[in-house]
């Protein structure tokens, strides 16, 4: 394999869209820093206008905002959540904190998200919500989900950290549960370092999730005007993020249009150039979903084996671009092994976890720069001997997730 001097290529870099140094300096005069302030209002009208949420919360990450949620369902000790195993550990940690029991189901070969067949056969007598994990901007079958949770009388969270403005049958991610939560983080598609949302879908938690957010008081309701002191009324935390990161996502809001469409670009040349080696059975691709609408947040490749994708890696590092594989399931994981690990198999989380490796996928990332990553991934299977691609063909016809198609 050949060395290059060429400029290395990150999986992820930060994508300015140029009004952030304005408001930032806006914020910084006015000092007005912490939070609730003119900012924050401004980035929750825009939520709300523009998924159609009746009551959007700025929070500090999405991790602060799954635990709101696991407040605001007043989960209790012995509780079971069912959530996906492929997913980051906020998912989990958010309940665990309350003393609730993790339960992870499988995920579907093709969106690699929650398989509603695999949530039904989960749900026990002490089950309290359901956590659909939106992977890499697919959605979850949110339909499925909620009848299963309407059935069993059970609340659902959607974890849509890399769902943000993405869509399932018309409706944004994060606004069919009863609650939804984003992530801001620099990772994602819009951030500000770091941040994330609530969105309150059922308007019986708006009042609690106020108080939960403001340390356990009604201080919202205060500065509202609506009560003429402030006291303590509930469990709380801090969960307000402060007007700097509010101006710097403000201002990725204004630039979305932009983000969008350049994230389009970058999976839209993936698609053209990798679609290809899938069609000859040497890898899989993110699916196209006919009834969701993706924001493109990733895109990854899932290979032969483990082993493959380690080379692949190997490879790709040579030619300096960075690659990188994705979540270590959590039932597997040492804490998910103390928990008691899965109570169910969960092969499609085994099969790709070892297998999924992720392609560097930004706004910014320039045509010459996705040029040099599919030429890489070209070169290393044009690299291999044909008793590899007949063993890769063969897997293709045969496992569960190369045959999904
Ligand atoms: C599925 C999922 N949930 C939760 C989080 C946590 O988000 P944050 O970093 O904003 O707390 C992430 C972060 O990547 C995530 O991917």
């Avoid at 320039?366 to 991934?377: H, K, W």
């Amino acid at each position: 394999m050949r060395e290059t001097t060429a400029k290395p290529i990150p999986l992820h870099r930060v994508f300015t869209v140029g009004g952030e140094g304005e408001y930032l300096t806006t914020a910084l005069r006015s000092l007005r820093l912490s939070g609730d302030g003119p900012f924050t209002k401004r980035c929750h009208t825009f939520l709300e206008n523009r998924f159609g949420c009746a009551k959007v919360l700025l929070t500090p990450s999405c991790t602060a905002a799954l635990e709101m949620a696991a407040l605001l369902f007043d989960i209790q000790p012995g509780d079971e959540v069912i959530m996906p195993s492929y997913t980051f550990v906020s998912t989990a940690n958010a309940f665990l904190l309350r003393g609730a029991k993790p339960v992870f189901a499988d995920i579907l070969p093709d969106t690699l998200c929650l398989d509603p067949q695999s949530v039904a056969r989960a749900v026990t007598p002490r089950t309290k919500a359901i956590v659909p994990v939106h992977y890499a901007g697919n959605a979850c079958d949110m339909d499925a989900i909620m009848a299963i949770a309407g059935e069993h009388g059970l609340l659902v969270v959607e974890d849509a950290a890399q769902g943000f403005d993405a869509k399932f049958r018309g409706r944004a991610l994060g606004t069919i549960g009863h609650l939804g939560t984003f992530s801001f983080h620099e990772t994602k598609n819009v951030t500000c370092g770091e941040g994330g949302a609530l969105l309150i879908n059922d308007s019986r938690f708006t009042a609690r999730a106020e108080i939960i957010r403001e340390k356990g008081t009604d201080r919202s309701q205060f500065l509202r005007g609506e009560t003429a002191k402030y006291t303590w009324q509930d469990a709380g935390s801090s969960f307000l993020p402060s007007e700097l990161q509010a101006a710097f996502l403000l201002a990725q809001f204004d630039g979305l249009e932009t983000i969008r469409t350049r994230r389009r670009r970058v999976y839209d040349f993936y698609e053209s150039r990798l679609r290809p080696l899938e069609r000859a059975g040497l890898l899989r691709l993110p699916c196209r979903q006919s009834d969701a609408e993706s924001n493109h947040h990733l895109y990854f490749m899932i290979l032969g084996s483990e082993r493959e994708r380690s080379e692949m890696m190997a490879h790709l590092e040579t030619r300096r671009i960075q690659s990188s594989f994705h979540f270590v399931p959590l039932h597997g994981s040492p804490l998910g092994r103390r928990l008691g690990g899965a109570a169910y198999t969960l092969p499609v989380t085994d099969s790709v976890a070892s297998r999924l490796l992720r392609l560097p996928a930004f706004a910014g990332l320039e045509p010459e720069e996705l040029d040099r990553v599919c030429e890489g991934v070209e070169e290393f299977f044009a690299g291999k001997n044909s008793h590899v691609l007949k063993s890769n063909k063969a897997m293709a016809d045969h496992h569960p997730v190369y045959g999904a198609e």
